[in-house]
T-cell receptor, first 114, second 115 residues
């Protein structure tokens, strides 16, 4: 899961395994959540999002679960592949000015071993 | 469609100087957001512009400013640079509708080093 500090938590998995990356968010007023993937030397890339009126959303090989009671978000990646190796972080968003103000988690480094 | 482009990609400045970074959004996108990414603080929201107006602002000092032009291109400026301003500065563009949940597309970033 995510934590504060210079060193990112790391999740190491074998190719083909399922991966679960966790995120604890802080603001109960957050109503929109996004998971991003960031590969070395690149900007973050949108993976999947979920609104606060949902508790689960599925995409291609990815599922996001939202538990508002404990302010917890998770990203599940099915059949993890070496190309999934990257830093993953969540963003909680609070509506403001017709848009959103995001707050990002620190990230989790996912390492997939072939 | 071309992605978000940022110039320059790398920049070295000294303390006290000022710097301007540029971002060209995806064609048709009207919202541009700026972020600072550092190992210590992670990814932090600076500000968002939509149709040449600043719509939201993060918790950064007034030394950090931005603007957006009529073609949606955006610039951010940092005055009186400090060592702690060394970071990767990311720009992201989204939507054409200005919708709050339009997907953001990030550029590769500008790596700023302050000596």
């Amino acid at each position: 899961g995510e934590s504060v500090g210079l060193h990112l938590p790391t999740l190491s998995v074998q190719e083909g395994d399922n991966s679960i990356i966790n995120c604890a968010y802080s603001n109960s007023a957050s109503d929109y959540f996004i998971w991003y993937k960031q590969e070395s030397g690149k900007g973050p890339q949108f993976i999947i999002d979920i609104r606060s009126n949902m508790d689960k959303r599925q995409g291609q090989r990815v599922t996001v679960l939202l538990n508002k009671t404990v302010k917890h978000l998770s990203l599940q990646i099915a059949a993890t592949q070496p190309g999934d190796s990257a830093v993953y972080f969540c963003a909680e968003n609070i509506g403001a000015g017709g848009s959103y103000i995001p707050t990002f988690g620190r990230g989790t480094s996912l390492i997939v071993h072939p | 469609k071309a992605g978000v482009t940022q110039t320059p990609r790398y920049l070295i400045k000294t303390r006290g100087q000022q710097v301007t970074l540029s971002c060209s959004p995806i064609s048709g996108h009207r919202s541009v957001s700026w972020y600072q990414q550092t190992p210590g603080q992670g990814l932090q929201f600076l500000f968002e512009y939509f149709s040449e107006t600043q719509r939201n602002k993060g918790n950064f000092p007034g030394r950090f400013s931005g603007r957006q032009f009529s073609n949606s291109r955006s610039e951010m400026n940092v005055s009186t640079l400090e060592l702690g301003d060394s970071a990767l500065y990311l720009c992201a563009s989204s939507g054409g509708t200005g919708g709050s949940t339009d997907t953001q597309y990030f550029g590769p970033g500008t790596r700023l080093t302050v000596l």
